[in-house]
């Protein structure tokens, strides 16, 4: 689904991102993608500001622009040559929920830094840079939190997939899968989104036989919506 912003702030935040996004692709192979997901379109999507920017991005070969570096005389890509920027380790939060389609790390590496640019509308809120091995929208199908599965590509448009769609419609945060440690980001967004109910994937039901195939309801409910979203075509 395409989505259309209609809070004045969240269009404001939006415009600053894409601005963000295409200077950073600019520092990547013409062949690299890059796109924002999950939280800051989200929160737009719901009239908010973001807390902050996440650009997922790949680069084929993991072959990126270079510079040589005077201080050090090494060749260092130049979409990392951002001042204040450090590299998170492993025990970052986004290495609890990583996977891919065969539940082993789709993550490279991740870089963060702070804008600090004030009375802008990103002042403040902090840039994760998220390497992966795999292409970012096959990464975002992956999301194991249906309300996270949705995107802002460089031109500003805001998508979203069939997950996403139905959480929104029907107000309910779905649980995909256990590929990943789903907990630590559970803790942090289900306190936000107090008008959404929660389905967990595991969740049992008497009403099994609405399910078949001896597959809980929400079991089946998660593997419709994760058929129909790998099904469809973007």
Not at 89 to 106: I, K, R
Request: proline share 4%.
């Amino acid at each position: 689904m395409i989505i259309k912003l209609n809070n004045s702030y969240a269009i404001q935040e939006q415009k600053k991102a894409v601005k963000l996004l295409k200077k950073f692709k600019s520092n990547l192979p013409k062949d690299a993608i890059a796109i924002i997901a999950g939280g800051a379109p989200r929160d737009w999507h719901h009239g908010w500001g973001c807390r902050d920017i996440d650009i997922f991005y790949y680069i084929p070969d993991q072959k990126p622009l270079t510079y040589l570096c005077h201080k050090t005389n090494e060749q260092k890509p130049c979409h990392l040559d951002i001042p204040k920027l450090k590299q998170l380790g492993e025990n970052n939060q986004y290495f609890n929920y990583d996977c891919d389609d065969t539940g082993f790390g789709a993550i490279l590496s991740i870089h963060e830094y702070q804008i600090r640019r004030k009375n802008a509308a990103l002042h403040l809120r902090n840039v994760q840079l998220i390497e992966l091995k795999i292409p970012p929208l096959d990464y975002v199908k992956l999301f194991p939190i249906s309300l996270s599965q949705i995107y802002m590509d460089d031109t500003g448009k805001i998508e979203s997939l069939h997950a996403y769609d139905c959480s929104y419609e029907y107000k309910i945060i779905y649980e995909l899968h256990r590929k990943s440690w789903n907990y630590v980001y559970l803790d942090k967004i289900l306190g936000r989104f107090c008008d959404y109910g929660f389905l967990p994937y595991k969740w049992s039901t008497r009403n099994k036989h609405m399910a078949g195939n001896g597959m809980t309801y929400n079991q089946a409910l998660a593997e419709t919506i994760a058929y129909d979203c790998n099904s469809t075509v973007m």
